[in-house]
């Protein structure tokens, strides 16, 4: 017993250190997956254009978040973060700035990319869902072949708004036998309504700031 102390008392101070760099080594690796730009930031590095592209719309325009380093790294680490620690298969991203933060996503999840594009833009036979606009319907398709049965898909957007986009997103997928784990989006306009529509669907959704109004 005595030598047993002993010999804990001697590698205490080793061990104290091991513990000390394993808790820095998990809090470096940590930060460089989540980044160290805070959420307001994020939303600071939105710009606004009221009246685009119709009076009475505010343009909530991520380009000038996608042109700066840290934010863009910082965006893309916070939109995967939830879906980190389960299986996805494949990300989804909707045209044309789902594109953008879809692929960036895909590669951090280790996983394939999708795009969902506006009718007649893909080269393969396609799928195509429509969904309603304020003024009339629009169509998106994507490839027949690009989802496999019983695949676990992300969609990806940079914002929520009715959620018509993303709902129409979601049917192609469940129609191609895809199975949803969720939808992650930088934006999301809560008045509009657009997270309680998928959520009626079952869709975990993920937005990491909203705005008020249109
Ligand atoms: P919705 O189908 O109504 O959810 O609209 C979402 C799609 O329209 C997304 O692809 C957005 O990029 C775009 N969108 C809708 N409203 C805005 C807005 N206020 N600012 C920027 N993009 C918008």
Redesign the pocket.
Known sequence: MFAVRQTWAANRPLLVRTFYLATTVIANLRRDFVGEVSLSDLKGLIRTIPDYPKPG??????TTLLGDAQGFKAAIAQMAEPFRTQPVDAVVG?EA??FILGGAIADRLGCGFVPIRKKGKLPWKTIGQE?TLEYGVDVIEMHEDAIRKGERILIV???????????AASKLVTRSGGVIVGATFI?D?PD?G?VKLLKSHGIACHALVSFEG?
Not at 161 to 167: P, R, V
């Open positions: 719309i505010m343009f909530r325009d991520v909707i700035r789902g969904y957007d940079d914002l929520i708004a009715t959620g018509g986009t993303a709902e934006i306009l509009l657009g249109h």
